[in-house]
C-alpha cells in the first residue's frame, strides 16, 4: 500500500513537470517570467492628461509627461508616489532620460521643441527649438544624439546634447510618431502614422537607408532588449489591429498577430520575452508572450489608455491613463531591489530653472547639466557628464533659502561641481556668484551692456556671458569660485 502511494505521487510529479514542459514548448509561458500574471495594483496620480511615460535608466524613477496642464512629473519608486512636478513647454508628449541619467529630454508637441531636464534640480534647464511638432525620441545609447520624431515636418530631427542643438533633419515618411533604438546604436526605426510604413535610419551616416511596408497607420516601435533569445523589433499598427514582428538583422517580416482596438504603445520586459502593448479603444493592457505571440493576459484600464514604460530590472510597468490624470502601477514580478528612501511630500511645480539649491539640499552632490556644455567653443569633444552616483534619487522639493542677487536677475549657469552658482543681473549690468552650500552671493563682477546669457566651460575655468546691449561677450576666470 505504501509503495503504491510513493508511485502515484512520483507519478504525478513527473506528469506535472511533463505538462509545464509542454507549456514552455508551446510558448503559452515564457522561460523567465512562467507562471507570472501581471497585474494592476495601484494607480498614481500624476498632472492632467498624461501623454508619454519613461524610466530612468537606473530604475529608481519614472517621468511623466501631462499634455493638460504642461508639467512632467518625477515618480518615485521607492514611495510609488510623484514627488515633484517640473514646468515645460505646451502639450508635452514623448520623454526620456539620458542613458548617462544626468538630463532628459521631452517633447513639446505644440511650442515646437524639446525641454531639457536637469535631473540632479529637477528644473527645466531650457528649450531647444525643433520647430514643427516633436511627439517622441530616443537616445543614442553614449547619451551624445537624441533622434526626435516630428510629426507636423515629416522628419526626425537629430539633436547633438553637447550643443543642444539640432544638427540634421532626415526626412522620413508621412507623421512619424513612434521611434525606437536598436541595442546597439546602430539603428534608429520611425513609425510612420501616417501611412503604412516604417522608415530605417543609419545613426552613423544620419540618413534613411530604407522604407518597409507595414499595417496601417503604425503608432509604436520597440526593439528587443540585449538579452532577449529573439531578435526582432515590433511595429503597432493602429488600424489593423495587429502586432507586425521584423527580424532585426535583415528587416524581414517574421509574423503579426491580432490584438484588441487601437494599439497605441508597446514595451517589452528586459529580458525580451514578455511584450505590453496598450489599447486606446479597448481600454486595457494586453500581455503576450513576445517569442511565441500568445496572449498572456488582458489588464482593463479606465478610459484613455495611452503609453506604457516597464521599468529596467523588470518588475513594473506604468501605463499613463489620461482620464484619471494617473499612471497604473502594474506588478509584473517581485524583486529584492533596495531603492535609495524618500520621504514622499506634495508635488511642487518648479520652473525654469531660477532655484536650483531649492531642489537640492546642499550637502547632496550635485551634477551638472549639459547646458553648461553648450557654449563652449570645443564641445564636440567632450562627453557629457557623469551622475556622481549612479544610483541617484531625487529628493523632495521645499525651500532652502532666497539669495537676493543683483538688480533684474535674468539668467543662471552652475559650475561642473555643483559648489557655485553665476546669475547675470541684466539691469544692473552684473553678474553675481552664488555659493550653493552658503545660499549667499560671494562676489559680483561687472559686465557689458544689458546681459542676456550666461555659460559656465565644461571644464569650469570660464564663465561666458553674452551683453546684448553692448554687442559684447565677457569672459571671466573663475578662479577660486569653481
Given amino acids: 500500500m505504501f509503495n503504491r502511494r510513493i508511485l502515484r505521487i512520483l507519478f504525478l510529479r513527473v506528469l506535472f513537470v511533463l505538462l509545464i514542459s509542454f507549456l514552455f514548448v508551446s510558448g503559452m509561458f515564457s522561460p523567465a517570467y512562467a507562471l507570472l500574471a501581471p497585474r ?89 527649438n525643433t520647430g514643427g511638432s516633436p511627439v517622441s525620441l530616443v537616445f543614442t545609447p553614449d547619451s551624445r544624439y537624441a533622434f526626435v520624431a516630428n510629426i507636423q515636418d515629416n522628419e526626425v530631427d537629430v539633436i547633438n546634447t553637447l550643443q543642444n542643438a539640432v544638427v540634421k533633419r532626415i526626412k522620413v515618411g508621412k507623421k512619424p510618431e513612434g521611434i525606437a533604438i536598436s541595442p546597439n546604436g546602430k539603428i534608429v526605426i520611425v513609425a510612420n502614422a501616417g ?152 508635488p511642487v511645480t518648479v520652473g525654469t530653472s531660477a532655484q536650483p539649491s531649492s531642489a537640492v539640499p546642499p550637502s547632496a552632490t550635485a551634477v551638472a547639466s549639459p ?40 539668467a543662471e549657469a552652475i559650475t561642473p561641481d555643483g559648489k557655485y552658482l553665476y546669475v547675470i543681473n541684466t539691469q544692473g549690468a552684473t553678474l553675481s556668484v552664488i555659493d550653493v552650500a552658503k545660499d549667499k552671493v560671494v562676489k559680483a563682477i561687472k559686465v557689458g551692456g544689458y546681459p542676456s546669457a550666461v555659460k559656465v566651460s565644461p571644464d569650469g575655468h570660464y564663465c561666458f556671458v553674452v551683453n546684448s546691449g553692448t554687442n559684447t561677450i565677457t569672459i571671466i576666470s573663475t578662479g577660486n569660485y569653481y
Fill in 371 to 410: 547646458v553648461e556644455v553648450k557654449a563652449h567653443p570645443a564641445a564636440s569633444t567632450v562627453t557629457p557628464y557623469a551622475p556622481a552616483v549612479s544610483n541617484y534619487i531625487p529628493q523632495p522639493f521645499g525651500k532652502i533659502a532666497t539669495v537676493y542677487t543683483g538688480k533684474g536677475p535674468t
Fill in 40 to 128: 494592476l495594483t495601484r494607480n498614481i496620480p500624476v498632472g492632467n492628461f498624461p501623454f508619454g511615460v519613461a524610466f530612468s535608466p537606473n530604475g529608481n524613477y519614472a517621468l511623466v509627461s501631462n499634455s493638460g496642464n504642461d508639467t512632467v512629473s518625477v515618480i518615485s519608486m521607492a514611495t510609488k508616489g510623484t514627488v515633484a512636478s517640473i514646468k515645460v513647454g505646451s502639450h508635452p508628449t514623448g520623454v526620456a532620460v539620458a542613458p548617462s541619467l544626468t538630463f532628459a529630454y521631452v517633447c513639446n508637441t505644440a511650442s515646437g521643441n524639446v525641454s531639457l531636464l536637469n535631473m540632479s534640480t529637477l528644473t527645466k534647464a531650457l528649450n531647444i
Fill in 195 to 346: 501611412g503604412s510604413s516604417v522608415s530605417i535610419i543609419n545613426v552613423s551616416a544620419m540618413s534613411v537607408i530604407r522604407n518597409i511596408r507595414t499595417g496601417k497607420n503604425p503608432t509604436s516601435v520597440v526593439f528587443s532588449p540585449p538579452g532577449s533569445p529573439v531578435k526582432y523589433f515590433y511595429v503597432a499598427s493602429g488600424k489593423k489591429n495587429e502586432i507586425y514582428v521584423y527580424n532585426e538583422r535583415n528587416f524581414a517580416l517574421a509574423n503579426k498577430f491580432k490584438t484588441l482596438a487601437d494599439p497605441s504603445s508597446l514595451g517589452l520586459t528586459p529580458d525580451g520575452m514578455m511584450l505590453f502593448v496598450v489599447n486606446f479603444q479597448n481600454m486595457a493592457a494586453e500581455v503576450f508572450n513576445a517569442a511565441h505571440f500568445n496572449r498572456i493576459k488582458t489588464i482593463n484600464l479606465p478610459s484613455g489608455p495611452m503609453s506604457v514604460s516597464v521599468s529596467p530590472n523588470g518588475s513594473v510597468a506604468l501605463v499613463t491613463v489620461t482620464s484619471a490624470s494617473s499612471a497604473a502601477f502594474i506588478r509584473i514580478k517581485r524583486t529584492h531591489t533596495h531603492y535609495a528612501s524618500i520621504s514622499p511630500v506634495s
